[in-house]
T-cell receptor, first 110, second 119 residues
């Protein structure tokens, strides 16, 4: 399977703590994106990082990319209860066909 | 901007019937749309790439005669699940990308999904 792996599969933290989730993939990529999905809903795009970039920030989100290790991480700082959701990474190689990772279910406790 | 809608949001049907799901890009034109399937607590699996004015490209293991895709215009793609069976019950999500210069297609905007339950 070309599907990427994410870890942890599930993460439970207290409000205010930071949440880190990791994504590993198998093939060379053009870019990697992170998405959030609230239960039973569609996906919301969070951030895109290109293969020639190492780190990007957007608000409380920080994404890193290590192409040599074929891995990426998403850090959510000062988490809030509203951040409770599933988070997926998606990779694209050559075309705009994206392969999604297995996802991390984040639960932020108030 | 960049809103994608899906209709219906959920549908229940009897085994053996066909169900059509619409995916619309509301404020942009999309030459390419994608259809995904998601089982509970699992990731999205790409089913097919829908190309305006041409045949869809199906992923390995996806039956093209079972899941009919029609991309009739730059703002509408439809997925028809033919002769649905209980194992087709799933969450179906479409996405579309607005062409933006040389990097058209990088960011996909997802519809809210359609939950299908086949009895």
């Amino acid at each position: 399977s070309q599907q990427g792996e994410e870890d942890p599969q599930a993460l439970s933290i207290q409000e205010g703590e930071n949440a880190t989730m990791n994504c590993s993939y198998k093939t060379s990529i053009n870019n990697l994106q992170w998405y959030r999905q609230n239960s039973g809903r569609g996906l919301v795009h969070l951030i895109l990082i290109r293969s020639n970039e190492r780190e990007k920030h957007s608000g409380r989100l920080r994404v890193t990319l290590d192409t040599s290790k074929k891995s990426s991480s998403l850090l959510i700082t000062a988490s809030r209860a509203a951040d409770t959701a599933s988070y997926f990474c998606a990779t694209a190689a050559g075309t705009y066909k994206y392969i999604f990772g297995t996802g991390t279910r984040l639960k932020v406790l108030a | 901007g960049a809103v994608v809608s899906q209709h219906p949001s959920w549908v229940i049907c009897k085994s053996g019937t066909s169900v059509k799901i619409e995916c619309r890009s509301l404020d942009f034109q999309a030459t390419t749309m994608f259809w995904y399937r998601q089982f509970p607590k699992q990731s999205l699996m790409l089913m097919a790439t829908s190309n305006e004015g041409s045949k869809a490209t199906y992923e390995q293991g996806v039956e093209k005669d079972k899941f009919l895709i029609n991309h009739a215009s730059l703002t509408l793609s439809t997925l028809t699940v033919t002769s649905a069976h209980p194992e087709d019950s799933s969450f179906y999500i479409c996405s579309a990308s607005p062409p933006t210069g040389g990097r058209g297609g990088e960011t996909q905007y997802f519809g809210p999904g359609t939950r299908l339950l086949v009895l």
